[in-house]
C-alpha cells in the first residue's frame, strides 16, 4: 500500500490542481458535458433576448395571434419556423414553444442548482458532525437517515405539493433538498470516520488544536473533491426529480413553467405535434446528460485510482 | 553454467505508461534460476522486486510493456496466450503473494479453493481432491486440517492464511515457488513460522523458491543465492555468504551496514544511505545509483552499467566495481563514524509514571441493536516509568496493546484504570488549561508518514500549527520553523511545498520536525521507522539519537522491530496480550532474557548475517497470538511456552492456573514462574 | 434467529413511522372539502360534513382522532374509505395485481439484464460492446421514466404503422371481450411497452455498477490468486470474481426499489393501467386521504420488504455475514 503512496508521489511533479484539470480535460465525455452545459446554461440566459416573444401568456406578446390564425391546423400550432420568429414553433393557443422552453430550462436548472447546493450542504454538516463526534450523535442521526431513505419520498413530496404550491416554488426546493441529502450523508460520514483516525487528524487533536478547527482546517477540505462530485451528480438527480413531479402536476404549475410541466402539456399531442415536447425533453436528456458527464468525469480527475465511479 | 536451469530470464524489461511520463520498472534484468535452490531477491519499495515476479508467472496488468525472454523448458512464456500460459501457473510456476487477508476468495471455503487448484491440473475426482487438500493443510501444520477444509478463509488468521496460500503452491509440485513479501505482512513469531514452512514446502515439492523480500535478514537464514535490485535492476547477485561479507557494489555495501542488528551491543551511528531511490519515471542518465553513490566518478554518469562476471561466481553492475575494494579498505566509503556512544545527560527526574493501567474495549455484539456483552482488555495493569533524557522503548507483536497504551497517555484524561502522572501531574486531576500545558510538552510521531501531514497543507504550515495553538508570533513562528527543517535536515527553502512533493524519509523528518516546535519534553514515537525504506531508516534513526544528545529530550518509542530497539533505547519493556512480561535494562534483557517469551522473541528475529543465522538455533514457538477476547487463563503465554511444556504437570498446571506477579530477576522485571536464568 | 426477529421488530417500527407521518401529512395537506365547493348547486354544509364524517377525513375532528380511527381499522385489515365512500380494501385488490405485475417484471429483467450486461461489459472492457451499452446507460440514466415511455409510445406507433397491423399496444392491460390464448397474446402485446420502460432505467442502472464491482474484482488480490493456480482470465472472472461482484448489487435492490415503484406511477399513468401508481395520483387529486395513506402504507411495506430480501440474499451469498 504505502509502496504505492510512494512512487505516486515522487511521481507528481505537477501541482495536484494541475494534474487535476490536465485529467478532466483528457476526457473526452467529460469535455463534451462540459461545453453541453456551457451551452445549455448560455440558451437559458440568453434565451429570453433572442426572441421577440415571452413565455408568459398574460404579457402582450405571449400570444401570437397572427400564428394562431394562420395556423394550417386551425387554432394555434403552427410548426417551428424561423420565418415567423417562433423557432420552436407555437402551441396550441398560439405561445411562443421557444420561449416557453427557455422559461421552463431556467427554472428546472435553477431548482436543481440550489436542491444540489442545499442538500450537499446538510449532507456534509450531518455526515461530518456524525462521522466525526461518533457515539450517540451518531446514532440518532443515522437513524433518522434511515427513516428518511424509507419513507416513500416521491409519494411524500406529492402530498405536500398542495403546500409548496400555494406558497411558490422554493418550498418545492426546501422539499426536494430535504429528501435528498442522505445518501450523501452516508458516505460522507464514512469518510469523516475514517479521516478522523487518520494520523494527520490525531496529531492536530494531540497538538491541542481545536474541535472546530479541525472540522474546518483538516475535515472539510479533505473531503472537498467527494462534496464537488457529489454536488454535481445530485444537480441531475434533482432535475429528474423536480421535472418528474411537474410532469405529473405536484411541481412547478402553471402559469409558471418547467421543462417537466412542459412534456405534459406536450405529450397529449406528441404524436401529432413532436415539436411540442421535443425540444423540451430533448433539453432536459442533454442536460442531466452533460452534468452526469461532469461529475463523473471530475471522480475519475480527482481519484484516478477508484473504478467504482469510472465511467461505464 | 553446465547444470540445468528450472528458469531462465534473459534482458527482461518492464514498462508502464504513466501520467508523468513512462515507468521503468524491470530494466534488462537477466536471471537464471536452478532446480532445488533458494534465491534471495531483495530490494527496496518500488525497485522492481514484485514486477518482475509477476512477469514471470505472466500475471501483469494489461498496460504493462514487457520485452525480453522467459525461458521454461525452453519456452518462450512471454509469447504465450493467457490461455497456454495458464497451463504453466500453478504446475510449473506457483507464486505465494504478500497479503494473505486479500489473497483467498471470501465466499468460498478454504478447501474447495485448494481443491480447484488440483482439479485444473490433475484427472481426480474432487472428493479425492478435497481428501488431498487437507493432507496438503496437515503438511502445512495447520491443527484439525480434515475440519477446516470447511472453513471459510475470514475464520483464519494472518498467518494460517499465509499457509493456505503455501499448501496452494505446492499443491500441485510446480517446479518454481514465487513468494513475494510472503512474510512481511506477519508478526515476528508467526513470521519465523512460515518461512520455516516455506522451506519445508521446497523440501516437499523439490521445487526452486525465489523469495522475494525487502528483508536481508529474511533472506540470510534461508536463501542461497542473493540478487540485489535497486531501481529496475539487479545490481549485485552471487552465493549470499559472499555477498554478505563482501558485497561489491556500494549499494549492496551500504545496505548492508545501515542495518540494525538485534545480536550486537554496542551502540553506533548506522551508516546512512544519503537520499532517497530515484523515481522510476525520471532515471539518472548513467548508474542509477549515482545520486546517492558514495564512490561517485564523472565515467558514473557515461553510460548505464551492466551485470558483469566478478570474482568468479558472482555479478556485480558498477562501473567501478575493480576499485570499490579499494576504496572499502581505505576507509573511504561509508566511513564508520566513531561512536560517541549515547552521551545522554542522567538525571532520574521521572517525566512520566504509568502505575496498573488498564483500557478496556467493549466487545459488542448484533447487528440492529448492538449491546455490550463483555470487556477486551487491551491493556491490563501495565506500569513504566520514564527518566528525564532516557529512550524507554515498548516493543510487542501487533495487537499486543502497544499503540493502545500511547493513546491512553496522549488523552491526557483518567484512564479507566491505574495512574498516569506526566510532570508530576496526575492527569485525573488536570484544569483544561493545564492540560493543554501539558500537551505543549508531549508530542507524538507516528508510524506512517504518508498520513501524518494534512495532503493539503504546505509543509511549512503544517510544522507551524502547534506554535499557532500556543499563540507564538507569526514572525516567530516563521523563523522557528526555518530552524527546525534545517534541524533535520531539510532544506528551509522547501517550506511552500506540499507533502506529496517529498519522499517517505523527508515526510517523516518533516513530522519530527512538527513534533519538535514547541522543544517538547517527552516525544512519544509509534513505530517511527518501520513504513520507511531500509535504506532511509538508517537516517532517521540517526537523527533521532542526534536529537536526543543536542536537545535532551526523552523518548517514549513503540516498535515491533527489535533489532530498532536494541539500537536506539536504554530501556525495553516488553509485552505480550495486554501486559508486560518483562523489562529492564536494554543491554540486560537483550543479553539474557528471563521470561520464555522475550528469548522466543529474540530468536525469531531474523539476523541480517547468512553465517549467524544459519547456524544459530532458533526457538519457533507455535501457535499465533491469542485473541484477546478471550485470553488463556494462568500465565497468558501457556499455551506457546516452550519452557513449561518441558516441565512437571505439577509446573504445567500452575502456569495454566496461576497468573505470574512481576519480579526482579537478576536485575530486570519479570513476569514468569520459572524464569531463565543465566 | 434472534437476528432475524431484530431486524423484523426494527422494520415494523420503520413501516409504523413511515404510515404515521404518511397519513398525518396527507391529512393536513390534502383537502377533501375542497371537492365539494363551487359545485352547482351548491352541496349544503351539513350534507358535506356527514358524508366526510363517514369516511373519517372531516376535517373538523382532531387530526389524531381520525389517525387513531384509521388505524384502529387498519389493525382489523380494514383500510377506511375512499372519498367517494367506497372501500379501499376492494379498490386495493383491484389495483395490486395490475402493479405487481409491473414491479415484479420490471424489477426481476432489470436486474438480471443489468447483471447479464454489466458482466459482459467488464470482461469485454472497452471493446464495442462495453462502449455501446455504457454510452446507452448513459443515456437512460438521463432520462425520467416519463420521457421514455412516451418515447417508446411514439416508437410503437411508428412500427405499428410500418407493421401494417398492431404489434404494440399503448393502452390498457388487454382489448376487452377476447379469451384464451388470444387474451395471453394480447395481453403480452400490452405488456412489452410499459414493462419495457420501467425496465430500461433498473438495466442501465444495474449494469453500470455491476461492471464497476466487477472491474474492482478483477484487480483483486483473490482474483489474481485463482489465475496463479492456472486459471485463465475468464475461468477466474465468472468462479471467483462473479459472485464477489454480485454482492453489492443485493444492496442496490433494496435502494432501486423504491425509485422503481415511482416510476410505475408514470408508466402506469401513460399506458393507462390501473394500478396503485395511478390511483396514487387520483388520490392526491382527490384529496382522497385514506386511499393516499392506504398506498403509503403499501409502499413502506414494498421498500422494507425489498431491503429484508437484500439482507437475505446478502447473507446466503456470504459467509462473513451468515456468522452468528
Ligand atoms: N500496474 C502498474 N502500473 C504502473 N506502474 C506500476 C504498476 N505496477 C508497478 N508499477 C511501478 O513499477 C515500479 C516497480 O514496482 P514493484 O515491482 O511493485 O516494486 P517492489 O515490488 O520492488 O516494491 C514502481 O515504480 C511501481 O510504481
Ligand atoms: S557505477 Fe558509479 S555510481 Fe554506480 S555504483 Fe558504481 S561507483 Fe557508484
Ligand atoms: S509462567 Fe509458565 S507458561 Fe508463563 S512464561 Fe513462565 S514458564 Fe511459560
Ligand atoms: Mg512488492
Same mark, same amino acid.
Given at each position: 500500500?504505502?509502496?504505492?503512496?510512494?512512487?505516486?508521489?515522487?511521481?507528481?511533479?505537477?501541482?495536484?490542481?494541475?494534474?487535476?484539470?490536465?485529467?478532466?480535460?483528457?476526457?473526452?465525455?467529460?469535455?463534451?458535458?462540459?461545453?453541453?452545459?456551457?451551452?445549455?446554461?448560455?440558451?437559458?440566459?440568453? $434565451?429570453?433576448?433572442?426572441?421577440?416573444?415571452?413565455?408568459?401568456?398574460?404579457?402582450?406578446?405571449?400570444?401570437?395571434?397572427?400564428?394562431?390564425?394562420?395556423?394550417?391546423?386551425?387554432?394555434?400550432?403552427?410548426?417551428?419556423?424561423?420565418?415567423?420568429?417562433?423557432?420552436?414553433?407555437?402551441?396550441?393557443?398560439?405561445?411562443?414553444?421557444?420561449?416557453?422552453?427557455?422559461?421552463?430550462?431556467?427554472?428546472?436548472?435553477?431548482?436543481?442548482?440550489?436542491?444540489?447546493?442545499?442538500?450537499?450542504?446538510?449532507?456534509?454538516?450531518?455526515?461530518?458532525?456524525?462521522?466525526? +463526534?461518533?457515539?450517540?450523535?451518531?446514532?440518532?442521526?443515522?437513524?433518522?437517515?434511515?427513516?428518511? +431513505?424509507?419513507?416513500?419520498?416521491?409519494?411524500?413530496?406529492?402530498?405536500?405539493? #398542495?403546500?409548496?404550491?400555494?406558497?411558490?416554488?422554493? +418550498?418545492?426546493?426546501?422539499?426536494?433538498?430535504?429528501?435528498?441529502?442522505?445518501?450523501?450523508?452516508?458516505?460522507?460520514?464514512?469518510?469523516?470516520?475514517?479521516?478522523?483516525? #487518520?494520523?494527520?487528524? #490525531?496529531?492536530?487533536?494531540?497538538?491541542?488544536?481545536?474541535?472546530?478547527?479541525?472540522?474546518?482546517?483538516?475535515?472539510?477540505?479533505?473531503?472537498?473533491?467527494?462534496?464537488?462530485?457529489?454536488?454535481?451528480?445530485?444537480?441531475?438527480?434533482?432535475?429528474?426529480?423536480?421535472?418528474?413531479?411537474?410532469?405529473?402536476?405536484?411541481?412547478?404549475?402553471?402559469?409558471?413553467?418547467?421543462?417537466?410541466?412542459?412534456?405534459?402539456? $406536450?405529450?397529449?399531442?406528441?404524436?401529432?405535434?413532436?415539436?411540442?415536447?421535443?425540444?423540451? $425533453?430533448?433539453?432536459?436528456?442533454?442536460?442531466?446528460?452533460?452534468?452526469?458527464?461532469?461529475?463523473?468525469?471530475?471522480?475519475?480527475?480527482?481519484?484516478?485510482?477508484?473504478?467504482?465511479? #469510472?465511467?461505464? | 553454467?553446465?547444470?540445468?536451469?528450472?528458469?531462465?530470464?534473459?534482458?527482461?524489461?518492464?514498462?508502464?505508461?504513466?501520467?508523468?511520463?513512462?515507468?521503468?520498472?524491470?530494466?534488462? /534484468?537477466?536471471?537464471?534460476?536452478?532446480?532445488?535452490?533458494?534465491?534471495?531477491?531483495?530490494?527496496?519499495?518500488?525497485?522492481?522486486?514484485?514486477?518482475?515476479?509477476?512477469?514471470?508467472?505472466?500475471?501483469?496488468?494489461?498496460?504493462?510493456?514487457?520485452?525480453?525472454?522467459?525461458?521454461?523448458?525452453?519456452?518462450?512464456?512471454?509469447?504465450?496466450?493467457?490461455?497456454?500460459?495458464?497451463?504453466?501457473?500453478?504446475?510449473?510456476?506457483?507464486?505465494?503473494?504478500?497479503?494473505?487477508?486479500?489473497?483467498?476468495?471470501?465466499?468460498?471455503?478454504?478447501?474447495?479453493?485448494?481443491?480447484?487448484?488440483?482439479?485444473?491440473?490433475?484427472?481426480?475426482?474432487?472428493?479425492?481432491?478435497?481428501?488431498?487438500?487437507?493432507?496438503?493443510?496437515?503438511?502445512?501444520?495447520?491443527?484439525?486440517?480434515?475440519?477446516?477444509?470447511?472453513?471459510?478463509?475470514?475464520?483464519?488468521?494472518?498467518?494460517?492464511?499465509?499457509?493456505?496460500?503455501?499448501?496452494?503452491?505446492?499443491?500441485?509440485?510446480?517446479?518454481?515457488?514465487?513468494?513475494?513479501?510472503?512474510?512481511?505482512?506477519?508478526?515476528?513469531?508467526?513470521?519465523?513460522?512460515?518461512?520455516?514452512?516455506?522451506?519445508?514446502?521446497?523440501?516437499?515439492?523439490?521445487?526452486?523458491?525465489?523469495?522475494?523480500?525487502?528483508?536481508?535478514?529474511?533472506?540470510? &537464514?534461508?536463501?542461497?543465492?542473493?540478487?540485489?535490485?535497486?531501481?529496475?535492476?539487479?545490481?549485485?547477485?552471487?552465493?549470499?555468504?559472499?555477498?554478505?561479507?563482501?558485497?561489491?557494489?556500494?549499494?549492496?555495501?551500504?545496505?548492508?551496514?545501515?542495518?540494525?542488528?538485534?545480536?550486537?551491543?554496542?551502540?553506533?551511528?548506522?551508516?546512512?544511505?544519503?537520499?532517497? @531511490?530515484?523515481?522510476?519515471?525520471?532515471?539518472?542518465?548513467?548508474?542509477?545509483?549515482?545520486?546517492?553513490?558514495?564512490?561517485?566518478?564523472?565515467?558514473?554518469?557515461?553510460?548505464?552499467?551492466?551485470?558483469?562476471?566478478?570474482?568468479?561466481?558472482?555479478?556485480?553492475?558498477?562501473?567501478?566495481?575493480?576499485?570499490?575494494?579499494?576504496?572499502?579498505?581505505?576507509?573511504?566509503?561509508?566511513?564508520?563514524?566513531?561512536?560517541?556512544?549515547? /552521551?545522554?545527560?542522567?538525571?532520574?527526574?521521572?517525566?512520566?509514571?504509568?502505575?496498573?493501567?488498564?483500557?478496556?474495549?467493549?466487545?459488542?455484539? &448484533?447487528? /440492529?441493536?448492538?449491546?455490550?456483552?463483555?470487556?477486551?482488555?487491551?491493556?491490563?495493569? *501495565?506500569?513504566?516509568?520514564?527518566?528525564? &533524557?532516557?529512550?524507554?522503548?515498548? /516493543?510487542?507483536?501487533?495487537?499486543?496493546?502497544?499503540?493502545?497504551?500511547?493513546?491512553?497517555?496522549?488523552?491526557?484524561?483518567?484512564?479507566?484504570?491505574?495512574?498516569?502522572?506526566?510532570?508530576?501531574?496526575?492527569?485525573?486531576?488536570?484544569?483544561?488549561?493545564?492540560?493543554?500545558? *501539558?500537551?505543549?510538552?508531549?508530542?507524538?510521531?507516528?508510524?506512517?508518514?504518508?498520513?501524518?501531514?494534512?495532503?493539503?497543507?504546505?509543509?511549512?504550515?503544517?510544522?507551524?500549527?502547534?506554535?499557532?495553538?500556543?499563540?507564538?508570533?507569526?514572525?516567530?513562528?516563521?523563523?522557528?520553523?526555518?530552524?527546525?527543517?534545517?534541524?533535520?535536515?531539510?532544506?528551509?527553502?522547501?517550506?511552500?511545498?506540499?507533502?506529496?512533493?517529498?519522499?517517505?524519509?523527508?515526510?517523516?523528518?518533516?513530522? *519530527?520536525?512538527?513534533?519538535?516546535?514547541?522543544?517538547?519534553?517527552?516525544?512519544?514515537?509509534?513505530?517511527?521507522?518501520?513504513?520507511?525504506?531500509?535504506?532511509?531508516?538508517?537516517?532517521?534513526?540517526?537523527?533521532?539519537?542526534?536529537?536526543?544528545?543536542?536537545?535532551?529530550?526523552?523518548?517514549?518509542?513503540?516498535?515491533?522491530?527489535?533489532?530498532?530497539?536494541?539500537?536506539?533505547?536504554?530501556?525495553?519493556?516488553?509485552?505480550?496480550?495486554?501486559?508486560?512480561?518483562?523489562?529492564?535494562?536494554?543491554?540486560?534483557?537483550?543479553?539474557?532474557?528471563?521470561?520464555?517469551?522475550?528469548?522466543?522473541?529474540?530468536?525469531?528475529?531474523?539476523? @541480517?548475517?547468512?553465517?549467524?543465522?544459519?547456524?544459530?538455533?532458533?526457538?519457533?514457538?507455535?501457535?499465533?497470538?491469542?485473541?484477546?477476547?478471550?485470553?488463556?487463563?494462568?500465565?497468558?503465554?501457556?499455551?506457546?511456552?516452550?519452557?513449561?511444556?518441558?516441565?512437571?504437570?505439577?509446573?504445567?498446571?500452575?502456569?495454566?492456573?496461576?497468573?505470574?506477579?512481576?519480579?526482579?530477576?537478576?536485575?530486570?522485571?519479570?513476569?514468569?514462574?520459572?524464569?531463565?536464568?543465566? | 434467529?434472534?437476528?432475524?426477529?431484530?431486524?423484523?421488530?426494527?422494520?415494523?417500527?420503520?413501516?409504523?413511522?413511515?404510515?404515521?407521518?404518511?397519513?398525518?401529512?396527507?391529512?393536513?395537506?390534502?383537502?377533501?372539502?375542497?371537492?365539494?365547493?363551487?359545485?352547482?348547486?351548491?352541496?349544503?354544509?351539513?350534507?358535506?360534513?356527514?358524508? =366526510?364524517?363517514?369516511?373519517?377525513?372531516?376535517?373538523?375532528?382532531?387530526?389524531?382522532?381520525?389517525?387513531?380511527?384509521?388505524?384502529?381499522?387498519?389493525?382489523?385489515?380494514?383500510?377506511?374509505?375512499?372519498?367517494?365512500?367506497?372501500?379501499?380494501?376492494?379498490?386495493?385488490?383491484?389495483? !395490486?395485481?395490475?402493479?405487481?405485475?409491473?414491479?415484479?417484471?420490471?424489477?426481476?429483467?432489470?436486474?438480471?439484464?443489468?447483471?447479464?450486461?454489466?458482466?459482459?461489459?467488464?470482461?469485454?472492457?472497452?471493446?464495442?460492446?462495453?462502449?455501446?451499452?455504457?454510452?446507452?446507460?448513459?443515456?437512460?440514466?438521463?432520462?425520467?421514466?416519463?420521457?421514455?415511455?412516451?418515447?417508446?409510445?411514439?416508437?410503437?406507433?411508428?412500427?405499428?404503422?410500418?407493421?401494417?397491423?398492431?404489434?404494440?399496444?399503448?393502452?390498457?392491460?388487454?382489448?376487452?371481450?377476447?379469451?384464451?390464448?388470444?387474451?395471453?397474446?394480447?395481453?403480452?402485446? %400490452?405488456?412489452?411497452?410499459?414493462?419495457?420502460?420501467?425496465?430500461?432505467?433498473? !438495466?442501465?442502472?444495474?449494469?453500470?455498477?455491476?461492471?464497476?464491482?466487477?472491474?474492482?474484482?478483477?484487480?483483486?488480490? %483473490?482474483?489474481?490468486?485463482?489465475?496463479?493456480?492456472?486459471?485463465?482470465?475468464?475461468?477466474? =472472472?465468472?468462479?471467483?470474481?462473479?459472485?464477489?461482484?454480485?454482492?453489492?448489487?443485493?444492496?442496490?435492490?433494496?435502494?432501486?426499489?423504491?425509485?422503481?415503484?415511482?416510476?410505475?406511477?408514470?408508466?402506469?399513468?401513460?399506458?393507462?393501467?390501473?394500478?396503485?401508481?395511478?390511483?396514487?395520483?387520483?388520490?392526491?387529486?382527490?384529496?382522497?386521504?385514506?386511499?393516499?395513506?392506504?398506498?403509503?402504507?403499501?409502499?413502506?411495506?414494498?421498500?422494507?420488504?425489498?431491503?429484508?430480501?437484500?439482507?437475505?440474499?446478502?447473507?446466503?451469498?456470504?459467509?462473513?455475514?451468515?456468522?452468528?
Amino acid at each position: 500500500m504505502s509502496e504505492k503512496k510512494l512512487n505516486q508521489a515522487k511521481d507528481e511533479t505537477l501541482s495536484r490542481r494541475q494534474l487535476i484539470v490536465r485529467r478532466f480535460f483528457r476526457n473526452k465525455s467529460a469535455v463534451f458535458g462540459l461545453g453541453t452545459l456551457l451551452f445549455i446554461t448560455a440558451l437559458a440566459v440568453l $434565451g429570453p433576448y433572442l426572441t421577440p416573444w415571452t413565455w408568459d401568456l398574460s404579457k402582450e406578446n405571449g400570444l401570437d395571434f397572427n400564428a394562431f390564425i394562420d395556423s394550417p391546423y386551425g387554432g394555434g400550432l403552427t410548426a417551428p419556423s424561423f420565418d415567423d420568429g417562433h423557432y420552436f414553433g407555437t402551441s396550441q393557443v398560439g405561445g411562443d414553444v421557444f420561449a416557453q422552453t427557455i422559461r421552463g430550462l431556467q427554472k428546472s436548472l435553477l431548482i436543481g442548482l440550489l436542491v444540489a447546493v442545499f442538500s450537499t450542504s446538510i449532507a456534509a454538516i450531518v455526515g461530518a458532525t456524525a462521522g466525526y +463526534l461518533m457515539g450517540r450523535t451518531d446514532k440518532g442521526l443515522m437513524w433518522l437517515v434511515d427513516l428518511l +431513505l424509507v419513507l416513500p419520498s416521491f409519494l411524500i413530496l406529492a402530498i405536500l405539493s #398542495r403546500w409548496y404550491q400555494s406558497s411558490g416554488w422554493l +418550498l418545492l426546493v426546501v422539499l426536494l433538498a430535504a429528501f435528498n441529502w442522505m445518501i450523501t450523508a452516508r458516505i460522507v460520514r464514512s469518510v469523516s470516520m475514517s479521516l478522523r483516525e #487518520r494520523d494527520f487528524i #490525531r496529531a492536530a487533536r494531540y497538538m491541542g488544536v481545536p474541535t472546530r478547527k479541525i472540522i474546518s482546517k483538516h475535515l472539510i477540505p479533505n473531503m472537498a473533491s467527494l462534496l464537488i462530485i457529489d454536488g454535481t451528480l445530485n444537480v441531475g438527480g434533482a432535475i429528474l426529480s423536480e421535472t418528474g413531479l411537474s410532469y405529473l402536476g405536484f411541481g412547478v404549475r402553471a402559469p409558471d413553467v418547467s421543462l417537466g410541466s412542459l412534456i405534459a402539456e $406536450g405529450t397529449a399531442s406528441a404524436l401529432t405535434y413532436p415539436w411540442l415536447f421535443m425540444f423540451s $425533453g430533448g433539453l432536459l436528456i442533454l442536460t442531466v446528460l452533460a452534468i452526469s458527464l461532469i461529475g463523473d468525469g471530475l471522480r475519475d480527475a480527482f481519484d484516478p485510482g477508484s473504478k467504482s465511479g #469510472r465511467k461505464s | 553454467m553446465k547444470k540445468t536451469l528450472v528458469l531462465q530470464i534473459k534482458s527482461l524489461s518492464v514498462t508502464f505508461p504513466s501520467e508523468s511520463g513512462t515507468v521503468n520498472a524491470v530494466r534488462n /534484468v537477466s536471471l537464471d534460476i536452478f532446480p532445488g535452490e533458494v534465491l534471495g531477491v531483495v530490494g527496496e519499495s518500488g525497485s522492481g522486486k514484485s514486477v518482475l515476479s509477476l512477469s514471470t508467472i505472466g500475471l501483469l496488468p494489461n498496460s504493462a510493456r514487457v520485452s525480453g525472454e522467459i525461458l521454461l523448458d525452453g519456452k518462450n512464456l512471454l509469447q504465450l496466450s493467457d490461455q497456454e500460459m495458464s497451463k504453466h501457473r500453478g504446475r510449473d510456476i506457483a507464486m505465494v503473494f504478500q497479503d494473505p487477508l486479500s489473497a483467498l476468495n471470501p465466499v468460498q471455503t478454504i478447501g474447495h479453493q485448494i481443491a480447484e487448484a488440483l482439479l485444473i491440473h490433475q484427472e481426480i475426482s474432487y472428493d479425492d481432491a478435497l481428501k488431498r487438500a487437507g493432507e496438503l493443510l496437515d503438511e502445512m501444520r495447520i491443527p484439525r486440517p480434515f475440519e477446516r477444509v470447511k472453513s471459510y478463509p475470514h475464520e483464519f488468521s494472518g498467518g494460517m492464511r499465509q499457509r493456505v496460500m503455501i499448501a496452494l503452491a505446492i499443491a500441485n509440485a510446480p517446479k518454481i515457488i514465487l513468494a513475494d513479501e510472503p512474510s512481511t505482512a506477519l508478526d515476528v513469531t508467526v513470521q519465523a513460522q512460515v518461512l520455516e514452512l516455506l522451506k519445508r514446502a521446497s523440501q516437499l515439492t523439490g521445487a526452486a523458491v525465489v523469495l522475494v523480500t525487502h528483508d536481508m535478514g529474511v533472506v540470510a &537464514g534461508l536463501a542461497d543465492r542473493i540478487a540485489i535490485m535497486y531501481a529496475g535492476k539487479i545490481v549485485e547477485e552471487g552465493p549470499i555468504e559472499k555477498v554478505f561479507e563482501n558485497p561489491a557494489m556500494p549499494y549492496t555495501i551500504g545496505l548492508i551496514r545501515s542495518i540494525p542488528r538485534v545480536d550486537e551491543s554496542e551502540k553506533r551511528r548506522l551508516v546512512s544511505i544519503a537520499g532517497s @531511490p530515484p523515481s522510476p519515471v525520471a532515471l539518472p542518465p548513467g548508474c542509477a545509483f549515482a545520486p546517492r553513490c558514495p564512490a561517485y566518478t564523472e565515467i558514473c554518469d557515461s553510460k548505464v552499467p551492466d551485470l558483469e562476471a566478478f570474482e568468479g561466481d558472482r555479478s556485480v553492475a558498477c562501473l567501478r566495481k575493480d576499485e570499490i575494494a579499494g576504496l572499502v579498505s581505505a576507509g573511504r566509503l561509508y566511513p564508520t563514524e566513531v561512536t560517541k556512544g549515547h /552521551v545522554k545527560s542522567t538525571s532520574d527526574v521521572k517525566l512520566l509514571e504509568v502505575s496498573n493501567l488498564s483500557k478496556s474495549f467493549p466487545l459488542l455484539k &448484533g447487528n /440492529v441493536f448492538r449491546r455490550r456483552v463483555g470487556s477486551v482488555y487491551a491493556v491490563d495493569k *501495565i506500569s513504566f516509568t520514564l527518566e528525564q &533524557g532516557k529512550c524507554l522503548a515498548i /516493543v510487542g507483536e501487533s495487537g499486543c496493546g502497544k499503540t493502545t497504551t500511547l493513546l491512553e497517555v496522549m488523552n491526557l484524561v483518567a484512564p479507566e484504570n491505574g495512574r498516569i502522572v506526566v510532570f508530576g501531574k496526575n492527569v485525573s486531576e488536570l484544569s483544561k488549561s493545564e492540560r493543554l500545558a *501539558i500537551r505543549k510538552d508531549l508530542q507524538i510521531v507516528f508510524q506512517d508518514p504518508f498520513a501524518s501531514l494534512d495532503p493539503r497543507l504546505p509543509i511549512g504550515e503544517a510544522i507551524m500549527e502547534p506554535m499557532e495553538v500556543f499563540s507564538v508570533s507569526k514572525s516567530e513562528q516563521l523563523t522557528r520553523m526555518q530552524e527546525l527543517l534545517e534541524l533535520v535536515g531539510l532544506n528551509p527553502a522547501h517550506a511552500n511545498r506540499f507533502p506529496s512533493e517529498f519522499s517517505g524519509g523527508q515526510r517523516q523528518r518533516i513530522v *519530527i520536525a512538527r513534533a519538535l516546535a514547541l522543544n517538547p519534553k517527552i516525544l512519544i514515537l509509534d513505530e517511527p521507522v518501520s513504513a520507511l525504506d531500509v535504506s532511509v531508516r538508517a537516517g532517521v534513526l540517526n537523527l533521532l539519537a542526534e536529537l536526543q544528545e543536542k536537545l535532551g529530550i526523552s523518548y517514549l518509542f513503540v516498535s515491533h522491530d527489535l533489532a530498532v530497539v536494541q539500537h536506539v533505547a536504554d530501556y525495553v519493556a516488553v509485552m505480550y496480550l495486554g501486559s508486560i512480561v518483562e523489562s529492564g535494562a536494554v543491554a540486560q534483557v537483550f543479553n539474557s532474557p528471563h521470561h520464555p517469551y522475550t528469548k522466543a522473541l529474540l530468536s525469531a528475529v531474523p539476523i @541480517p548475517d547468512p553465517k549467524v543465522e544459519k547456524s544459530r538455533e532458533r526457538i519457533i514457538l507455535e501457535g499465533e497470538l491469542p485473541s484477546p477476547i478471550n485470553p488463556p487463563s494462568g500465565c497468558r503465554f501457556h499455551n506457546r511456552c516452550f519452557v513449561t511444556k518441558a516441565r512437571s504437570e505439577t509446573d504445567q498446571a500452575k502456569c495454566a492456573s496461576e497468573r505470574p506477579e512481576l519480579r526482579i530477576v537478576e536485575g530486570a522485571e519479570v513476569s514468569c514462574h520459572f524464569p531463565l536464568l543465566k | 434467529m434472534g437476528f432475524i426477529a431484530k431486524r423484523f421488530a426494527n422494520f415494523l417500527l420503520l413501516v409504523i413511522i413511515a404510515t404515521t407521518a404518511g397519513y398525518l401529512l396527507a391529512a393536513s395537506a390534502l383537502n377533501p372539502r375542497e371537492n365539494f365547493l363551487g359545485r352547482n348547486p351548491p352541496v349544503p354544509e351539513n350534507t358535506i360534513n356527514s358524508i =366526510l364524517t363517514q369516511v373519517n377525513m372531516n376535517d373538523q375532528d382532531p387530526v389524531l382522532q381520525r389517525y387513531g380511527t384509521w388505524v384502529g381499522g387498519v389493525v382489523k385489515g380494514d383500510l377506511g374509505k375512499t372519498i367517494f365512500s367506497e372501500s379501499v380494501n376492494e379498490e386495493f385488490k383491484n389495483r !395490486i395485481w395490475v402493479s405487481f405485475r409491473l414491479l415484479i417484471l420490471g424489477s426481476i429483467l432489470g436486474a438480471v439484464f443489468g447483471v447479464l450486461i454489466g458482466v459482459i461489459s467488464a470482461v469485454r472492457q472497452y471493446k464495442f460492446f462495453d462502449r455501446t451499452f455504457g454510452y446507452s446507460s448513459y443515456i437512460i440514466l438521463s432520462t425520467p421514466v416519463f420521457l421514455i415511455a412516451i418515447l417508446l409510445k411514439f416508437f410503437a406507433v411508428f412500427i405499428n404503422e410500418k407493421l401494417g397491423f398492431t404489434l404494440f399496444y399503448t393502452v390498457g392491460l388487454n382489448t376487452p371481450e377476447i379469451s384464451g390464448f388470444e387474451l395471453f397474446v394480447n395481453s403480452l402485446q %400490452h405488456m412489452i411497452l410499459p414493462t419495457l420502460s420501467l425496465t430500461l432505467g433498473g !438495466i442501465a442502472f444495474y449494469s453500470r455498477w455491476q461492471r464497476n464491482s466487477m472491474l474492482d474484482v478483477l484487480g483483486s488480490d %483473490h482474483l489474481r490468486t485463482a489465475r496463479a493456480k492456472g486459471l485463465t482470465k475468464r475461468q477466474a =472472472l465468472f468462479k471467483h470474481g462473479l459472485r464477489v461482484a454480485v454482492l453489492p448489487m443485493a444492496t442496490f435492490f433494496a435502494y432501486s426499489f423504491g425509485l422503481l415503484i415511482a416510476g410505475a406511477a408514470f408508466t402506469e399513468s401513460i399506458f393507462g393501467w390501473y394500478g396503485m401508481g395511478e390511483w396514487f395520483i387520483r388520490a392526491v387529486n382527490t384529496n382522497d386521504i385514506n386511499s393516499v395513506s392506504a398506498i403509503v402504507l403499501f409502499t413502506a411495506i414494498l421498500v422494507l420488504f425489498a431491503g429484508f430480501l437484500a439482507d437475505v440474499l446478502t447473507a446466503a451469498l456470504d459467509p462473513r455475514v451468515r456468522i452468528r
